[in-house]
């Protein structure tokens, strides 16, 4: 990772940028300008803001302004902050990015539970289909993913989705035994949890983007969790994260801790490559489509929800 820990990935949409050193952050004629300490004797970097999809700060000696941060807003850039085991911890969104947006809340919290279960239907399905797809990809038999599939039903009240992450999780890393898909567990559960949290931004900022409450969920309803909704719609894409963690993983066997190098790879989450209705586009361009089109389920205008399917 370079010196000044500032990492940015652009594949036709927003950047994604990484703050893991001190440093001075301030808004200049639209842009970000970014101050070293002088004993770094680094020159000053501008970043135009309305490139920034994605702000990542994981250092506690990293000072930015107000001004920026409101501009960081009006542009509609997830800002995450890290707590001191370097996780991503907090993360900052506008409250209002769409011009309709009254007339979207009032949709979304209108909307009927029937829309709403069969909704969490579509993303049940679209998530067990994905990870039996990366499982074959592994030659992992996927046969029991294909017999789960046909049990979903409206709102998931079996819980197929569960008894699926079971067996997905048994086989996915078989070549770690011990391995227990646990938020506080080893590697590389941290490598995953970084990982889906960055994607839990990309969520939430197209979400709000499309004019909705990303604590209002079409299945969770934890009162812990603001970002119920994020949750929900998140769910088919945390295979594409799993792929980048499985290659990690194999480079990195040994590892007991996520390293910068490491880091600096799982900011590929937002550019890695998907397929939505046979469109390839970066991921943080297909949640877009993914969360435009739940709007428009709301709205009444569409009944499908456009998910990716892994190839």
């Given at each position: 990772?370079p010196d000044?820990?500032?990492?940015?990935?652009?594949?036709?949409i927003?950047?994604?940028?990484?703050?893991?050193?001190?440093?001075?952050?301030k808004?200049?004629?639209?842009?970000?300008?970014v101050?070293?300490?002088?004993?770094?004797?680094k020159?000053?970097?501008t970043i135009?803001?309305?490139?920034?999809?994605i702000?990542?700060?994981?250092?506690?000696?990293?000072t930015l302004?107000?001004?920026?941060?409101?501009?960081?807003n009006?542009?509609?850039?997830a800002?995450l902050?890290?707590?001191?085991k370097?996780?991503p911890?907090?993360l900052m969104?506008?409250?209002?990015?769409?011009?309709?947006?009254?007339?979207?809340?009032?949709?979304?919290?209108?909307?009927?539970?029937?829309?709403?279960?069969?909704?969490?239907?579509q993303?049940?399905?679209?998530?067990?289909?994905n990870q039996?797809?990366?499982?074959?990809?592994?030659?992992i038999?996927?046969?029991?993913?294909?017999?789960y599939?046909?049990?979903?039903?409206?709102?998931?009240?079996?819980n197929?989705e569960?008894?699926?992450?079971a067996?997905?999780?048994?086989?996915?890393?078989a070549?770690?035994?011990?391995?227990?898909?646990?938020?506080e567990?080893?590697?590389?559960?941290?490598?995953?949890?970084y990982?889906?949290?960055?994607?839990?931004?990309i969520?939430?900022?197209?979400?709000?983007?499309?004019?909705?409450?990303?604590?209002?969920?079409?299945?969770?309803?934890?009162?812990y969790?603001?970002?119920?909704?994020?949750?929900?719609?998140m769910?088919?894409?945390?295979?594409?994260?799993?792929?980048?963690?499985?290659?990690?993983?194999a480079?990195?066997?040994?590892?007991?801790?996520?390293?910068?190098?490491?880091?600096?790879?799982?900011?590929?989450?937002p550019?890695?490559?998907?397929?939505?209705?046979?469109?390839?586009?970066p991921?943080?361009?297909?949640?877009?489509?993914?969360?435009?089109?739940?709007?428009?389920?709301?709205?009444?205008?569409?009944?499908?929800i456009?998910?990716?399917?892994?190839?």
């Open positions: 990772m000044v820990n500032l990492l940015y990935l652009d594949k036709m927003k950047r994604t940028l990484y703050f893991g050193n001190p440093c001075y952050l808004k200049k004629d639209m842009q970000m300008q101050e070293f300490p002088e004993k770094d004797a020159p000053p970097v135009p803001i309305e490139d920034i999809g702000l990542i700060l994981d250092s506690p000696h990293i302004t107000h001004a920026l941060l409101a501009e960081l009006e542009n509609n850039t800002v902050s890290c707590d001191s370097h996780m911890y907090g969104l506008p409250m209002f990015s769409h011009h309709a947006f009254t007339e979207k809340m009032y949709q979304q919290l209108e909307s009927s539970l029937p829309l709403r279960q069969n909704l969490w239907q993303t049940i399905v679209a998530k067990i289909s039996a797809a990366f499982l074959r990809q592994h030659g038999d996927d046969r029991k993913m294909k017999y599939l046909g049990l979903v039903k409206s709102g998931d009240p079996q197929v569960g008894r699926a992450a067996y997905y999780w048994e086989h996915l890393f070549s770690h035994p011990r391995f227990t898909r646990d938020r567990g080893d590697m590389p559960n941290a490598m995953l949890n990982g889906y949290a960055i994607l839990l931004a969520v939430a900022r197209a979400l709000t983007a499309s004019g909705m409450l990303p604590a209002v969920g079409i299945h969770h309803r934890n009162k969790n603001p970002w119920c909704l994020a949750s929900d719609i769910e088919p894409y945390r295979p594409f994260v799993d792929r980048l963690v499985i290659q990690l993983a480079e990195y066997p040994d590892c007991e801790a996520l390293t910068p190098e490491i880091k600096r790879r799982l900011l590929q989450v550019v890695t490559d998907i397929v939505i209705d046979g469109n390839s586009s991921l943080m361009v297909g949640v877009q489509r993914t969360t435009a089109s739940l709007s428009a389920c709301f709205e009444g205008s569409a009944r499908r456009l998910y990716p399917e892994m190839q």
